[in-house]
């Protein structure tokens, strides 16, 4: 990932709702949610939603495609796993180990095909 696209994503994630629309995509896994269901969960309105699913979709954190007449949302897993590579990815000035923590965490995420999250 190159720096502007992790500052375009650390600025999409900088706002209180689509941090909390990233999240709740992110505990949705593959399966993700319909527009309308995150707009209920984030307590916003569709036109509210509307703007935020766009903006998270611009950073490449989100995905969407249309299933019938709804449009489903998931989480990138690959961007969002991109930005904590990015950040990782000069460690702990030549000691990884001080970083297994963090490694340890992020491997936890990986989504599973069932939509649950693996731990």
Same mark, same amino acid.
């Given at each position: 990932?190159?720096?502007?696209? *992790?500052? !375009?994503?650390? =600025?999409?994630? $900088? ?9 709740? +995509?992110?505990? &949705? /896994? ?6 309308? *269901?995150? !707009?209920?969960? =984030?307590?916003? $309105? ?9 903006? +998270?979709?611009? &950073? /490449? ?5 249309r299933?019938a ?13 991109a930005?904590?590579?990015? +950040? ?32």
């Amino acid at each position: 990932m190159k720096e502007r696209q *992790a500052l !375009a994503s650390f =600025a999409a994630l $900088s706002q209180e709702t689509r941090l909390q629309i990233v999240r709740m +995509l992110v505990v &949705a /896994g593959p399966g993700g949610m319909a527009a309308g *269901a995150v !707009a209920e969960k =984030a307590g916003v $309105s569709a036109s509210n939603v509307s703007f935020h699913l766009k903006e +998270l979709e611009r &950073a /490449g954190l989100i995905n969407q495609q249309r299933e019938a007449r709804s449009m489903i949302y998931t989480a990138n897993f690959e961007g969002l796993g991109a930005l904590v590579r990015f +950040l990782m990815e000069d460690c702990c000035a030549g000691h990884p180990e001080i970083c297994l923590s963090a490694a340890a965490v992020a491997s936890c995420c990986v989504p599973s095909a069932s939509g649950a999250e693996a731990t």
